[in-house]
């Protein structure tokens, strides 16, 4: 992999590992997955695991992101107890806020079962691609294609 193109700047408030993760390989032409594995130094065989991380392979990601440590507590939001299968009310499956994705922003928040609307926008949440239905996956190579 090519050194990554990357701004700490780039992260919002609240934005997910994922959106970050996404920011880092459209700036430096590699895949998402490609990005995630090298943050990560691995990608278990949950998907979600390159969306919400566990806590130690997350932290040393966010070091090399130049993130601090507020920041990176706000990405995750509680997420972190326990391991991925232990997390009963995050959603496997990639949720987003229409106009959030148009502003390159996902936040950690959109994979709670529990919200059905953006805390910013008030639209509901999508699960899946209006025109096809497909459902996203977050470590494909062109995830909003």
């Not at 507590?73 to 499956?93: A, E, N, P």
Request: a neutral charge; proline letters at 7%.
């Amino acid at each position: 992999m090519t050194p990554l193109v990357w701004n700490p700047a780039w992260v919002r408030p609240y934005e997910s590992f994922w959106s970050a993760v996404y920011k880092a390989a459209f700036a430096g032409n590699e895949t998402v997955k490609e990005v995630a594995s090298e943050l990560l130094s691995h990608i278990e065989e949950s998907r979600i695991s390159g969306v919400l991380p566990d806590e130690q392979p997350a932290r040393l990601a966010a070091r090399w992101l130049q993130l601090d440590e507020a920041v990176v507590d706000k990405m995750f939001l509680g997420f972190w107890s326990g391991r991925l299968s232990q997390r009963v009310t995050v959603r496997i499956g990639l949720r987003w806020c229409p106009t959030c994705a148009k502003e390159w922003f996902h936040s950690a928040l959109f994979q709670d079962w529990r919200r059905s609307r953006c805390p910013w926008h008030g639209e509901l949440l999508l699960d899946c691609c209006p025109k096809c239905g497909a459902c996203i996956d977050p470590l494909s190579a062109k995830p909003w294609a």
